[in-house]
């Protein structure tokens, strides 16, 4: 084994001691296929629940999004999001002739999964806010590509915005039924009824 | 018994395990043929629940085993783990808020291990005022920090009574597997034995007692079951069997009859003090299968133990004149 598969092991390990990363799967088993799996949004813990909550062999090929200035300004997270997580980068700044979402369908052509947070931003109400449209776009390039909505929750008791190290408190991910842009949708139909799917899932676990 | 006297420590403890997986072996092979017959659906949950208390008594045992073959180091920081586990259940079901934080930390990652440490490097005087003392008073001063003054006295006395029962009252089990008594040395886990024996005689006892009776629940909002004499047959059968056990411990039959009821009865009272919080937080088990979060309802298992440990250790302490 080498370097970053014992980092892992490791961080999944301490992600499972501090919060039991208790993965609740309804409606769509954890299979290898191709996915992308969108979730509410209150932490930075956040995606390293949803990693920890899947199947050891489905962590390899599901991948996060990170925002390259953040994550690449220093050789240590640079390594984290790089080795381990194999994190898809994408730059915060618009320019006017790139594709933000260009290394996303990199990545889903590339045959990944991706796990992404379609509110943007993190969330302090009780609801997920409105969906951005990335998540649409993606469904309209990718048709075969399935649509995994997922809620997380408790996640913001253990680490509140502001605060460093996270307090010991069970979570639990549940990953619900597969949703498909129909034909024709209209792009804030979709969003919403994609929003939807994700919240009731809370009522679910 | 006198035999069993002659035999060295080690000798004895290892008989004590012989019997004890050999009756679970027995107990889990009858299980499994009887597994295999088809039944009613409500004698089938209730055998269901049975196999899911057995298979914790096996874990247990094994977990026993393991921290008394693997001396007291390790011995102390499995009970340290299953102190942090219990917590963990705890704290996630009670209400905290942001404020509460540094608090929670502050019992997480500091008084905990310490308090494991403590014991672990045993000192019992610190020990026994570790919690109650000084860390009943860091804990308002940290979550005083926080700036949130709502609900401030229920918040911090939550968090309080968590540390309290899932750590202070947890680590007497590790405390009795080091306590030296005289001419009794390097046998805490008979102690520690004996503590469990004894709690499960009087929770069991109980049960089927409330269950037989069918008297008038004295707290009927807080559990159907619990009544007066049930209480009572617990106790009395705890006392029961811990006379029977007393050639295990350092007692003399009648000492071991009376410590026995102490820590049957006050574990009784921890199970029923354990539903009225549950009641409280608004679940019928810590765990189970409708949990959203998932916890295994650890805190069920270890509550009783949690209110006997710290009562029969200072009991244990008294009456040999610590």
Known sequence: MKLPEVAGLCLAFIARLITGAQGHWYGSPPKAEQRIYFANHQSHFDWVLIWAALPGDLRAVTRPIAARDYWTSSPLKHWITREIFNAVYVSRQRTDDEDPLEPLMEALRHGDSLVIFPEGTRGHQADPATFKAGLFHLAEAFPEVQLIPAWIDNVQRVMPKGEVVPVPILCSVTFGAPIQLQPGEDKRAFLERARHAVIALRDVA | ?322
């Open chain 2, 1 to 322: 018994m006198g035999s069993l006297r002659s035999l060295s420590v080690s000798q004895q403890v290892g008989l004590l395990f012989v019997v004890l997986f050999g009756l679970l072996t027995i107990v889990s092979i009858v299980a499994y043929t009887r597994s295999l017959r088809e039944r009613e659906p409500q004698l089938q949950e209730r055998f269901d629940r049975f196999l899911h208390d057995l298979r914790a008594v096996w874990l247990g045992s094994v977990l026993f085993w393991v921290s008394w073959a693997s001396g007291t180091f390790i011995s102390t920081l499995l009970f340290g783990v299953l102190s942090f586990v219990a917590l963990r259940e705890f704290v996630t079901l009670t209400q905290t808020r942001r404020g509460d934080h540094r608090s929670l930390l502050l019992a997480f990652f500091v008084v905990l291990p310490v308090q494991y440490l403590i014991v672990g490097t045993q000192h019992f005087d610190l020990f026994s005022v570790f919690i109650p003392v000084y860390v009943f008073l860091a804990i308002p001063v940290v979550s005083a920090f926080g700036n949130d003054p709502q609900r401030f006295l229920e918040r911090t006395a939550k968090i309080q009574w968590g540390v309290m029962v899932c750590v202070y009252g947890m680590s007497h089990a590790p405390a009795l597997l080091l306590l030296d008594l005289p001419r009794y040395e390097d046998r805490g886990a008979f102690m520690v034995l004996y503590l469990v024996v004894v709690v499960a005689a009087a929770q069991i006892a109980q049960e089927a007692a409330s269950r037989w009776l069918r008297r008038r629940p004295v707290a009927r909002a807080i559990s159907r079951s619990f009544s007066w004499r049930a209480w009572w047959i617990g106790a009395l059968t705890a006392a029961i069997v811990g006379a029977a056990l007393y050639w295990a411990t350092p007692f003399k039959p009648i000492p071991a009859l009376v410590m026995g009821f102490i820590a049957g009865g006050s574990g009784s009272f921890g199970e029923f003090v354990m539903r009225a919080l549950k009641k409280d937080a608004g679940v019928r088990s810590w765990g189970g299968k409708a949990s959203v979060t998932g916890a295994v309802g650890l805190l069920d298992r270890v509550a009783p133990l949690c209110f006997a440990a710290p009562v029969f250790f200072h009991s244990v302490r008294w009456y040999f004149g610590f």
